[in-house]
Antibody, heavy 116, light 110 residues
Framework: QVQLHESGPGLVKPSETLSLTCTVSNYSISSGYYWGWIRQPPGKGLEWIGSISYSGSTFYNPSLKSRVTISIDTSKNQFSLKLSSVTAADTAVYYC?????????WGQGTLVTVSS | QSVLTQPPSVSAAPGQKVTISCSGSSSTVGKNYVSWYQQLPGTAPKLLLYENNKRPSGIPDRFSGSKSGTSATLGITGLQTGDEADYYCGTWDSSLSAYVFGTGTKVTVL
């Protein structure tokens, strides 16, 4: 059973860059699938941020595209999210997940608060 | 704002049935498979149904899905207190080139 775990700072200052890493266990990410990031502001719904293939092809939510970078490190079995120029509106629980036209396996999520 | 519209809430007594609609467009539900996700309080979402009506291993057949035109529906029969959760539909938007989630529906067991 594949497992995903998000890690990174829980507090980011406005205008700075949010950085998170997702570590995948029990599955080699270089074997296939896409991998994605989803976020959920407190008390609100889900928003897809973007996804990356095992070979590094990316596609992003158009509403966030100018600020998002997703990368993959197959040697560490990890993929990462960078979101620049954050504001309070980026405060959310961030989830990583395995994607193949659907999000079949999810991490437990990590809360990132944007505040000075 | 989401391009997939769901009712904010539905409720029913234990043992009863509820249905949740997911209304989209020709570029979303009308063109692509729909998935459904269950989010129990304080937990990460979990895949409930995929390809409109298929259940992953371990999902009971009390959960069912259908799709017609630009709308999809999730049905839950034999409602249990453990079914109290938020439910989201999701699909690819071929116009936006983005994965989109529904607005979410809270299920309450009376």
């Amino acid at each position: 059973q594949v497992q995903l775990h998000e890690s990174g700072p829980g507090l980011v200052k406005p205008s700075e860059t949010l950085s998170l890493t997702c570590t995948v266990s029990n599955y080699s990410i270089s074997s296939g699938y896409y991998w994605g990031w989803i976020r959920q502001p407190p008390g609100k719904g889900l928003e897809w941020i973007g996804s990356i293939s095992y070979s590094g092809s990316t596609f992003y939510n158009p509403s966030l595209k100018s600020r998002v970078t997703i990368s993959i490190d197959t040697s560490k079995n990890q993929f990462s999210l960078k979101l620049s120029s954050v504001t309070a509106a980026d405060t959310a629980v961030y989830y990583c997940a395995r994607y193949l036209g659907l999000f079949g396996s999810w991490g437990q999520g990590t809360l990132v608060t944007v505040s000075s | 704002q989401s391009v997939l519209t769901q009712p904010p809430s539905v409720s029913a007594a234990p043992g009863q049935k509820v249905t949740i609609s997911c209304s989209g467009s020709s570029s979303t539900v009308g063109k692509n498979y729909v998935s459904w996700y269950q989010q129990l309080p304080g937990t990460a979402p979990k895949l409930l149904l995929y390809e409109n009506n298929k259940r992953p291993s371990g999902i009971p057949d009390r959960f069912s899905g259908s799709k017609s035109g630009t709308s999809a529906t999730l049905g839950i029969t034999g409602l249990q207190t453990g079914d109290e959760a938020d439910y989201y539909c999701g699909t690819w938007d071929s116009s936006l080139s983005a994965y989109v989630f529904g607005t979410g529906t809270k299920v309450t067991v009376l």
